[in-house]
């Protein structure tokens, strides 16, 4: 039996692809006033107006009048670290990215009681409006998986992409031209929960490297051969800090003072930043989300949009650990496809992807239209996931209620 959700109005954005430029994200929103959604088995059978649709429906269909909402597309987090959770309030934040690595490293490990820390943060992300998140995950992913499920349950999709994080410089997983899986279940780069992830989820998984400056090249070249082999996403941290360049120019710095253990020596120099780099080795494609991405040239930019590689921002991150601020709208201007993500609770104060939206709104000087593509629409495009972005027929029935204010703000300049 089919289903109506009823609402106020709901935001569409039928017909629309990913917005990759000023125009395309501050364009008006289609919607539709006083408004069904139709769905069965959880695909979208159509919306419409409520008064067409009881004209026309005939037959038994069950209802759910939502009130006076405003539905949007499903919100897609795209870059979290769910297992980091249990780290809230114990980072340095507010004295740039060495300081907040350095407390970060010898806490992230299995900790009791982080399966409450992450069921809490499920529901935050859940109550939000999140229809999907892109989380990195190197220890958990069996755990995270299951907790979704439940928290998720009846959802007409898989509401994750999981991340299975490579980081460190031991040899890579393999060698050129073979495939990772291998190694991957040998349990030398992932932990063997990795490695064994329930179906669902083995089919949502895909490979992020954790940094240029943290993860061997080789692998980072594998890994994203094995996305690109399967039409995955692969995903990096990529320019968010001052010392990520220098530790990559010159081999030198406090983020290598901080790595130098880890990292082999010397750590092999490279004249230029981070985008050049992970250019050289090949890392950027269509099938590429680079997160961060606070410290772009004009050509940066310019090889991003290029390429046509994703850039997610996570505005309330980079301004809690103080290393500055993206330039969105240049980057728009640029033909970039922009996403949005909370990062982890290590560092931004929650994972409500609204509270993002917000954020970003603010210290971008973005429009509230443009922020809400940057997290449906644009965030389906750069994590591949066909069935969301938009609420037409055929597409997932996945939806998010919007807060009331900022619902107002998304057609204030319509009527006004
Ligand atoms: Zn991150």
Redesign the pocket.
């Given at each position: 039996m089919p289903t109506a959700f009823r609402a106020r109005r709901i935001i569409t954005l039928a017909g629309e692809r990913a917005a990759v430029s000023p125009g395309e994200l501050d364009a008006s929103l289609r919607s539709v006033d006083n408004a069904v959604l139709l769905e069965k088995d959880g695909v979208i059978l159509g919306v419409e107006e409520y008064a067409v649709f009881r004209r026309r429906l005939s037959g038994a269909f069950s209802l759910h009048d939502l009130g006076p909402v405003c539905l949007a597309p499903a919100l897609i987090n795209a870059?979290c670290?769910l297992e980091l959770s249990h780290l809230a309030g114990k980072t340095r934040l507010g004295e740039g990215f060495v300081p907040w690595l350095a407390s970060l490293m010898p806490l992230a490990r299995t900790v009791p009681g982080e399966e409450e820390a992450v069921s809490a943060a499920l529901r935050c992300l859940k109550d939000s409006g999140v229809g999907h998140c892109a989380d990195?995950e190197s220890r958990l992913p069996g755990l995270i998986c299951e907790l979704a499920l439940r928290e998720w349950q009846g959802n007409a999709v898989y509401p994750f992409t999981h991340f299975l994080e490579l980081i460190g410089f031991s040899p890579p997983p393999a060698a050129e031209g073979e495939d990772v899986e291998e190694a991957l279940r040998a349990g030398d780069w992932f932990s063997p929960a990795a490695a064994s992830l329930p179906v669902p989820a083995s089919e949502h998984c895909a490979l992020s490297g954790h940094a240029l400056y943290s993860t061997a090249p080789e692998a980072l070249q594998a890994a994203h051969a094995w996305c690109r082999r399967r039409g995955r996403v692969f995903s990096l941290?990529l320019a968010e800090s001052p010392e990520e360049d220098e530790c990559l120019r010159s081999g030198s710095g406090a983020l290598r003072d901080l790595l130098r253990g880890f990292q082999p020596s010397p750590f092999p120099e490279w004249k230029g930043g981070p985008v050049d780099r992970a250019e050289h080795l090949g890392l950027l494609d269509a099938f590429t989300l680079a997160?961060h991405c606070v410290r772009l040239t004009p050509r940066d930019r310019r090889t991003l949009a290029e390429r046509k590689s994703a850039v997610c921002l996570?505005p309330r991150?980079n301004a809690a650990i103080g290393v500055g601020r993206a330039k969105a709208r240049e980057a728009a201007a640029s033909g970039i496809l922009l996403c949005l993500g909370t990062?982890?609770l290590c560092s931004t104060p929650d994972l409500d992807m609204q509270n993002e939206m917000a954020a970003a709104r603010d210290m971008y000087s973005l429009s509230a239209r443009a922020v809400l593509r940057l997290a449906s629409i644009n965030g389906a495009a750069a994590l591949r996931l066909e069935s969301l972005g938009s609420l037409e027929k055929g597409k997932a029935a996945v939806f998010s209620m919007l807060r009331e204010e900022f619902a107002r703000e998304l057609f204030y300049s319509d009527s006004g």
């Open positions: 870059h670290h990195v941290h997160v996570c991150s990062d982890g």
